[in-house]
């Protein structure tokens, strides 16, 4: 049985830095992508980073600069360094591995960001 468990999310005051990993247990086939989406009460989910299977890296504006979304497979471990984290940036982080044959997702872990 597949699941992904993410970890690594706090408090942390603005300006700081975090890194969330995402931990996958179990054998994945026809991985297209990996990312990392985030999401506040009453919003919707949204994509924060996400890697494709030859390592081209996508960013959403807001994070661009400040987020670095890398994996080592020999661990098969996705991460988000995440740097310069502002208010804004508060929301429960999920990590996705997209598949040919459907999506998994972890339960998220929270990130909070003081001001």
């Known amino acids: 049985q597949v699941q992904l468990v993410e970890s690594g999310g706090g408090l942390v005051q603005a300006g700081g830095s975090l890194r969330l990993s995402c931990a996958t247990s179990?054998?994945?086939?026809?991985?297209?992508?990996m990312g990392w989406f985030r999401q506040t009460p009453g919003k919707e989910r949204e994509l924060v980073a996400h890697?494709?299977?030859?390592?081209?890296?996508n960013y959403a504006d807001s994070v661009k600069g400040r987020f670095t979304i890398s994996r080592d497979n020999a661990k098969n471990t996705m991460y988000l360094q995440m740097n310069s984290l502002k208010p804004e940036d508060t929301a429960v982080y999920y990590c996705?591995?997209?598949?040919?044959?459907?999506?998994?997702w972890g339960q998220g872990t929270q990130v909070t960001v003081s001001s």
């Open positions: 996705r591995t997209a598949t040919w044959l459907g999506d998994y």
């Open positions: 890697i494709t299977s030859d390592d081209s890296t």
């Open positions: 179990g054998r994945i086939r026809g991985i297209k992508s």
